[in-house]
């Protein structure tokens, strides 16, 4: 399929680190692990920075899902759950994604979350963007992408998928399951904001004791949060869990707490290794997260919560 081109000028305005508040969406996995919901309730706490305008469900399969489609059916349930939580409303908000990965990158998945990000996106003006920020497998934008073309045009999309481009491999849960979908988001020339896993996103840790002194008993969502995050492990003596996701919703909070630089975009191998070829298109890739301010921010935030 052919994509229509931002000129290199265009696309580099485009990648430059937001100023002001945002509008977006966030497409997510929510019921994977238990970031995805830290970033989920993190990015509904951050209205002085964004708009957040729908949330997506995406699918994954693993020892919490039975297939995709569960796995999409699943986080779509927890999304609500959560919200619910916070005391916000679902109604033409939440909507459900795709039931299986992207087949090959001429075929689009129907879905609400497609045809939504779609509509959205072509509803955008020139100059203000619709970030979106992807967090999980990312079929879902690959999707609306193919379906409707121009929003190349209209979006920025901010992903959370891969290893850096200088790591061994980029066999990381994201990408892939959803191998396909991947190469239409590093070819097709959509401005893209990657944030890598493996070295950058991991340096985002916690810990049990940390979250019981900074959000324990704050209020109903911290207490859910606090709750999930026990009770994803059996023993937590010593342990430390990567909030992984939380990076990409920082990175729109404060561009300073993840540092960045253009490359090339880098060419997926079919042995999920990177190739590079410096006459592709640019992207924005995360070098670095700023831990400390990012969760500093985010116990701000969370302890804030009025329900």
Known sequence: ??????????????????????????????????????????????????????????????????????????????????????????????????????????????????????KKAMESPADDPLYVVAIGAITNVASAILMEPEIIKKIVVVWLGGNPCYWAHTHEFNLWQDTAAARVIFDSGVPLVQIPCLGVASHLLTSLPELEAHIGGKNPVCDALLELFENYVPDHFGFAKEIWDIAAVAYLVCPQWVPTFIIPSPILSEQLTWSMDRSRHFIRTAAFVRRNEIFRDLFKKLSGIKV
Do not use: W
């Not at 692990?33 to 309730?41: G, M």
């Not at 039975?66 to 109604?91: N, Q």
């Open 1 to 118: 399929m052919e994509f229509p081109k931002l000129d290199g000028a265009s696309l580099l305005k485009r990648l430059e680190p937001p100023r002001g508040r945002v509008r977006m969406v966030l497409d997510t996995d929510t019921y994977n692990e238990v970031d995805d919901q830290f970033a989920l309730v993190y990015a509904m706490c951050s209205a002085e920075k964004l708009k957040v305008e729908a949330v997506y469900a995406a699918p994954f399969l693993n020892e919490r899902s039975e297939s995709p489609a569960d796995g999409m059916e699943k986080s779509y349930r927890e999304i609500l759950r959560l919200l619910g939580k916070m005391g916000l409303s679902h109604e033409g908000f939440v909507y459900r994604g795709s039931a299986m990965y992207l087949p090959d990158m001429d075929k689009p998945v129907d879905s609400e979350a497609a045809r939504d990000l779609v």
